[in-house]
């Protein structure tokens, strides 16, 4: 095999890849970065059963082949190289890579015992890499990382023609968010569980142009700009969401999202850890305070619209923050009921997109 390449697009294809690379490969090849040469194109490849990343690049072949070289190696290699060509070339058992005055000659790993990747699924839909990267990021939040519970590791995707939603919980938390996409049938029906980890993932790298998902056979695919990514899907199992945020909440706050969320860091700075951050609603204000341990104490009022009876409320800070950050519009709206029964925080707006329902804490 022998081929040249841009520097600059084979590092970037190969640090993209090497997100992918297992921390604790089963295998050794699965430590690998796999190239394969033809057709005046590269594809690089990585698996680890679970999740596969491919992505196509153009390459000057004067040989076609394929080789499989560690790929954290070639990771820190492509990055440090100097701004000329590369050039690839087998020989043996050692791939030598240079560019410029730089050489280094790798060792290879067996090619043969390297899994066939999944091919990517039939396409379900499309959507625009800006606003998938948003909703993935706005509900990412709210999955768990107990690998105990797989359910609550995952995004839920649901399916309805035109119409997409994305939500992820916790159990002290439910995130969702709702958005448009090109559906490949108008009539489409489909509920599926993705690890939240590998759509974060997606969402970051695949933010320019359109971004292709599609379904099959308990895989998930997404296909954006020549790199494509495949991930084993979790159980469908996950809880009725939609009726929890459909709850009717009596009183309604509005508020600016930059400064309310700025009066809570500052706030926040003099809570102990693992305790609240308390939110007392009045007509034009509300009055956000923590601590009186042993740090000390801090309060701030912020303008703010009530509707309904005055409350005062406490949440985690970060959870709090977590919601507003995924708010998109100038103001959040907060939807209560009572201090000890969850609040809802959504976009302003009588039909949001974005929506966020958080446990109280029960006050001192």
């Known amino acids: 095999m022998k081929f040249q390449v841009n520097r600059d697009v084979l590092a970037d294809a190969v640090a993209w890849s090497a997100r992918t690379l297992p921390g604790r490969p089963a295998m050794p090849v699965l430590s690998g970065i796999l190239l394969e040469a033809l057709d005046e194109s590269l ?43 590369v050039q690839i070339v087998t020989s043996g058992a ?3 890579l240079t560019c410029g005055g730089a050489e280094f000659g790798l060792l290879t790993l067996p090619v043969e015992d390297f899994p066939t990747l999944p091919a990517m699924p039939p396409r379900a839909g499309a959507v625009g890499g800006g606003v998938f990267a948003a909703a993935v990021a706005q509900v990412a939040v709210a999955a768990s990382r107990d690998l105990t519970l797989p359910m609550l590791t995952g995004i839920r995707m649901d399916i309805d023609g035109a119409n997409v939603s994305l939500a992820a919980t916790d159990r002290y938390r439910i995130a969702a968010r709702d958005f448009l996409w090109h559906s490949e049938e108008p ?75 700025e009066a809570i860091k500052r706030v926040a700075l003099v809570a102990e850890r693992h305790t609240a951050i308390r939110l007392s609603f009045t007509q034009g204000q509300v009055l956000v305070q923590a601590g009186g341990g042993e740090i000390g104490r801090g309060a701030e009022a912020v303008a703010a619209d009530l509707e309904g009876d005055d409350i005062q409320i406490a949440f985690q800070p970060h959870y709090l923050l977590d919601g507003l950050a995924g708010v998109e519009t100038e103001k959040a709206s907060i939807h209560m009921a009572s201090p000890t029964r969850p609040s809802l925080i959504t976009d302003e707006g009588d039909d949001p997109a974005f929506r966020y329902l958080v446990m109280s804490l029960r006050l001192a």
């Open 43 to 85: 594809t690089l490849s990585v698996f680890d059963y679970d999740v596969s990343a491919r992505a196509v690049i153009d390459a000057e072949v004067a040989e076609p082949g394929k080789v499989l070289i560690p790929g954290r190696v070639l990771a820190e290699i492509t990055r440090s190289l100097p701004g000329e060509p």
């Open 187 to 261: 009539d489409q029906r489909a509920a599926v569980m993705v690890p939240a980890r590998v759509m974060v993932e997606v969402g970051r790298s695949l933010r320019a142009g359109e971004v292709s998902i599609g379904f099959d056979a308990g895989v998930a695919g997404f296909e954006c700009a020549g790199r494509t990514t495949t991930v084993r899907l979790l159980d469908e199992q996950f809880i009725d969401y939609r009726a929890r945020l459909a709850e009717t909440w009596a009183i309604r706050a509005d508020v600016t999202v930059a400064p309310f969320v």
């Open 94 to 96: 050692e791939a030598v």
